[in-house]
């Protein structure tokens, strides 16, 4: 839920200027951890034990 009502839209809205390039990134990272929580560390300050 969070990839589909969070994440990706945060892409979407955080802009495409140049000042908006780390804010953009940041979300990016969101969405590649929701896609696979092995890519996010410290995996559990994002996810709960069930990596849900």
């Not at 969101?30 to 300050?45: G, I």
């Amino acid at each position: 839920m969070h990839l589909t009502e969070v994440a990706r839209p945060g892409v979407a809205i955080s802009g495409h200027s140049h000042s908006s390039d780390m804010n953009r990134e940041g979300w990016h990272v969101l969405v590649a951890a929701d896609q696979d929580p092995a890519t996010y560390t410290p995996t559990d300050e994002l996810f709960t034990t069930d990596r849900l």
